[in-house]
């Protein structure tokens, strides 16, 4: 069985299971399988691969045929300019999440790739005091933390299964002596937490009656933790801003992730309690992210 031949199969097979974008889906695959890039599969259609790689290849092929989503077969995604473990206790991190991590690392000082400079920054610090509030893979606190040295993060998260994906991200990219991960249910207003220049959160934010109207790769292999947010998909964000007070320095910011329809809703939730709001639109211009200053006056 040469790569040629492999891939005509896999393209035909993820076609009969409607999968999106067969050929590319079956290219990656070999492509990770091979341990080859995919300009070197496509050029040698010829070549025959090991038996037992093989055999492994069509094992993903069939898992990706049920849409089981490609990061959980291959347990790594990427983030930014970073690799992470995944599976599925965590939710996959996704490109609207990198927008918040550019902006979180604006706000403390650095200049990531992308940003919008109307945010304003938090006041020069020797540390910051970083809140990430639904860590799941630790895509956001490992992130900042290698990225901005002066930054020492609470990776808080409801499930310990996700805290032991999200520990194993932070020691393979080195900064576990900065984050401190904490196991606990965000909407218990008893835990206790400290003061923090700044609180990062993708939380869950899809309204319960909508997860059943999700495509299969998200409903039946993500964690529904990790998804639904209550009737209409605003708890977590109503938490956030009723703690904002007690969860913020003077000078500090809470920024958000929000659903494609939901960022004028949590902006209210945030003005209502008299915090400067600020929205960041993502690259497709729907509003993403929302921005709430604590009272005070930012340099």
Not at 195 to 205: A, E, G, M, T, W
Not at 275 to 288: C, H, P, Q, S, V
Request: with cysteine.
């Amino acid at each position: 069985m040469t790569i040629g031949n492999l891939l005509k199969e896999a393209i035909k097979y993820l076609k009969v299971k409607n999968v999106e974008d067969p050929s590319y889906e079956a290219g990656l695959l070999l492509s990770y399988v091979l341990e080859r890039d995919l300009s070197y599969i496509y050029a040698h259609p010829d070549e025959v691969p090991d038996h037992q790689l093989i055999g492994k290849y069509r094992a993903y092929i069939e898992r990706r045929g049920r849409h089981e989503p490609f990061a959980y077969i291959t347990g790594e995604c990427g983030f930014l300019d970073l690799t992470f473990f995944v599976d599925r206790n965590v939710l996959i991190p996704r490109e609207e999440t990198e927008i918040l991590a550019q902006s979180a690392l604006w706000a403390l000082g650095k200049s990531p790739a992308y940003f919008d400079p109307k945010i304003p920054r938090l006041p020069k610090k020797e540390s910051y005091r970083v809140l990430d509030v639904g860590t799941g893979s630790g895509c956001l606190a490992v992130s900042i933390a290698r990225h901005c040295g002066s930054a020492f993060v609470d990776a808080l998260d409801i499930s310990g299964d996700a805290i032991a994906i999200a520990r194993r991200n932070a020691e393979r990219h080195s900064v576990a002596n900065r984050i401190e991960f904490i196991k606990a249910d965000f909407l218990n207003v008893s835990i206790n937490t400290r003061k923090y220049d700044l609180v990062v959160s993708n939380p869950p934010y899809i309204p319960e009656n909508d997860i059943p109207h999700l495509s299969d790769s998200v409903k039946n292999y993500e964690p529904y933790t990790a998804l639904a947010a209550g009737k209409d998909g605003l708890i977590f964000y109503r938490a956030l801003a009723e703690r904002a007070s007690s969860l913020l320095f003077d000078q500090g910011m809470v920024m958000a992730e929000c659903g494609y329809d939901q960022g004028e809703k949590v902006r209210k939730l945030f003005s209502e309690r008299n915090m400067e709001t600020y929205i960041i639109k993502d690259l497709a211009g729907i509003d993403r992210i929302v921005v709430a200053l604590s009272p005070g006056r930012f340099c």
